[in-house]
């Protein structure tokens, strides 16, 4: 079982930074894929990145492409989501997930996710 705890979300202004934690339980983080989604108000949940098992592979939804990067720690069973120049569409819950060890889904959908945080809420004042 893997347990996701998420961390770093709170009220910031327009263009700032933050970023996102999300520290994982057990000994399996390294082969898992990690993944952030986010959730605003009303709105289905969204994919915002992922890092693959190694971290080699980290893409970014085209929505935060060039703002929003994902990274791992191993060592630190930790993933990150690095925020900066923030908009105030960028409100949401973001939720950190993980895929299965060693599964060979690295993706977009929810389904492709097997264990969730209990997400952490991000509101960007404009």
């Known amino acids: 079982q893997v347990q996701l705890v998420e961390s770093g979300g709170r009220l910031v202004q327009a263009g700032g930074s933050l970023r996102l934690s999300c520290a994982a339980s057990?000994?399996?983080?390294?082969?898992?894929?990690m993944a952030w989604f986010r959730q605003a108000l009303g709105k289905e949940r969204e994919f915002v990145g992922v890092a693959s098992w190694d971290g080699r592979i980290t893409p970014i939804a085209d929505s935060v492409k060039g703002r929003f990067t994902i990274s791992r720690d191993n060592a630190k069973n930790t993933v990150y989501l690095q925020m900066n120049s923030l908009k105030p569409e960028d409100t949401a819950v973001y939720y950190c997930?993980?895929?299965?060890?060693?599964?060979?889904?690295?993706?977009?959908?929810?389904?492709?996710?097997?264990?969730w945080g209990q997400g952490t809420q991000v509101t960007v004042s404009s």
């Open positions: 057990g000994r399996t983080f390294s082969s898992l894929h």
């Open positions: 997930a993980a895929t299965t060890p060693y599964s060979e889904y690295i993706g977009v959908r929810v389904e492709g996710y097997n264990y």
